[in-house]
Each structure stands twice: as structure tokens, then as C-alpha cells.
């Protein structure tokens, strides 16, 4: 069982900094990878980035790549979510969830198998 908490959403503006932090709890954390996704009401839920929690190793969608990073930070058992330069279109809620590392899936929050209840953030233009 693994149990996640997000924080560190809330009301920014449009080109601010927001740094979001996902406390992780549980056995074997270290067979997990952990990623962020997000939806807007009416859409799918959006993969955001993801990290392994052995290994550190990241990926990020497109659509915040190059202005996001994705860390961890072991001793805590926290992985944090920034993104830069955020836009309107970042307004939604963040999810951050957990998967078997060696699902190779990414993306696809199917293979998510433990969920934090989110945390909004709304970006103002």
C-alpha cells in the first residue's frame, strides 16, 4: 500500500512559479515511480511528469517540458512538481499517483495504481 498527499496548490498568476509537493507513505517505495497528472473538468486526466524513486529517473509531457522540473527528495519521501512561466492553460487539478517502476507506460493513468485526492491550481490571466 502506498499513500500519497498532495499540497502547494493554490492561486497564481500567469508567469509566476509554483512548486507543488506530493508526501509519500508506505512499503517498498522504492518499487515505485511517481507521477504527476492533472485534469480540468470534462477532460481525461493529463499526464504531467514522472520520476522513479531509485533511480531518479524523469520524464515530462510536452506540454511542460522545458519549464518543469520533477524532483525527490529520498530522506523526506516527498517528490515535488515546479513549473515556470505558468499559463492559463495550467489551471487544473494536480494529481500526484503511483506505479510499479517497471510499467513502461508512462503516461497512462491506468497503470497508476494509488492516488493523492489533488490539490487545484488555478492560474489568473
Known amino acids: 500500500q502506498v499513500q500519497l498527499v498532495e499540497s502547494g496548490g493554490g492561486l497564481v498568476q500567469a508567469g509566476d512559479s509554483l512548486s507543488l509537493s506530493c508526501a509519500v507513505s508506505?512499503?517498498?517505495?522504492?518499487?515505485?515511480?511517481v507521477g504527476w497528472f492533472r485534469q480540468t473538468p470534462g477532460k481525461e486526466r493529463e499526464f504531467v511528469s514522472s520520476i522513479t524513486w531509485s533511480r531518479g529517473s524523469t520524464y515530462y509531457a510536452d506540454s511542460v517540458k522545458g519549464r518543469s522540473t520533477i524532483s525527490r527528495d529520498n530522506s523526506k519521501h516527498i517528490v515535488y512538481l515546479q513549473i515556470d512561466s505558468l499559463e492559463a492553460e495550467d489551471t487544473a487539478v494536480y494529481f500526484c499517483a503511483a506505479r510499479p517502476w517497471r510499467l513502461a507506460q508512462i503516461t497512462d493513468p491506468r497503470v497508476y495504481s494509488y492516488w493523492g485526492q489533488g490539490t487545484q491550481v488555478t492560474v489568473s490571466s
Open positions: 508506505g512499503s517498498s517505495l522504492g518499487d515505485y515511480a
